[in-house]
T-cell receptor, first 116, second 114 residues
Framework: AQSVTQLDSQVPVFEEAPVELRCNYS??????LFWYVQYPNQGLQLLLK??????LVKGINGFEAEFNKSQTSFHLRKPSVHISDTAEYFC??????????????FGQGTILTVHP | DAGVTQSPTHLIKTRGQQVTLRCSPK?????VSWYQQALGQGPQFIFQ???????QRGNFPDRFSGHQFPNYSSELNVNALLLGDSALYLC?????????????FGSGTRLTVV
């Protein structure tokens, strides 16, 4: 069965500091990887996605992520965070074929809190 | 351009009752997926509809059923509600064949079962 593990449930950080949110997944087949952000009382907004090609993916709001196939990881990074980045972040995986095509499996989420 | 619209935004039901949640996909999208997000958890896939048929289903009991209409909108029905069904229900739309290019999510329906 496919699974996604977000290694930190909460990450506190000061404004303008760098941040990394960690995500590992289990898979023996090709995958697509996503990071979503959820603000309070809202749905999910896509930050970035990896489908193929370059392992470094750039997304919205200055976020980027690196796909590491050997470590089955897809960590999210931002060099300098803002107060407005405070939200919950979800890593998700979709498998490239088979019966799970098109279905997203999410991690448990990481709450990023940016302090002034 | 309207995104995904879900209704109602909040709902309180009594254990044992039935509930229907509604979703209108983003313009141009033909596939609708439903997710359940319990408090403090990541969303879990319930099922996906395309061409008015259920195409995939997650590990949810038959109490959870759905429908897709010719205009691509969708309903999620839950029968015999349990306290554990309390959650945020998210609808996501996409274009079939381009599903892995990302979904557009609605803001969700918060269901509370008392």
């Amino acid at each position: 069965a496919q699974s996604v593990t977000q290694l930190d449930s909460q990450v506190p950080v000061f404004e303008e500091a760098p941040v990394e949110l960690r995500c590992n997944y289990s898979s023996s087949v090709s995958v697509y990887l996503f990071w979503y952000v959820q603000y309070p009382n809202q749905g999910l907004q896509l930050l970035l996605k990896y489908l193929s090609g370059s392992t470094l993916v750039k997304g919205i709001n200055g976020f980027e992520a690196e796909f590491n196939k050997s470590q089955t990881s897809f960590h999210l990074r931002k060099p300098s965070v803002h107060i407005s980045d405070t939200a919950e972040y979800f890593c998700a995986v979709s498998y490239a074929g088979g019966t799970s095509y098109g279905k997203l499996t999410f991690g448990q989420g990481t709450i990023l809190t940016v302090h002034p | 351009d309207a995104g995904v619209t879900q209704s109602p935004t909040h709902l309180i039901k009594t254990r044992g009752q039935q509930v229907t949640l509604r979703c209108s996909p983003k313009s141009g999208h033909d596939t609708v997926s439903w997710y359940q997000q319990a408090l403090g958890q990541g969303p879990q896939f319930i099922f996906q509809y395309y061409e008015e048929e259920e195409r995939q289903r997650g590990n949810f009991p038959d109490r959870f059923s759905g429908h897709q209409f010719p205009n691509y909108s969708s309903e999620l029905n839950v029968n015999a509600l349990l306290l554990g069904d309390s959650a945020l229900y998210l609808c996501a739309s996409s274009v079939q064949g381009l599903t892995n290019y990302g979904y557009t999510f609605g803001s969700g329906t918060r269901l509370t079962v008392v």
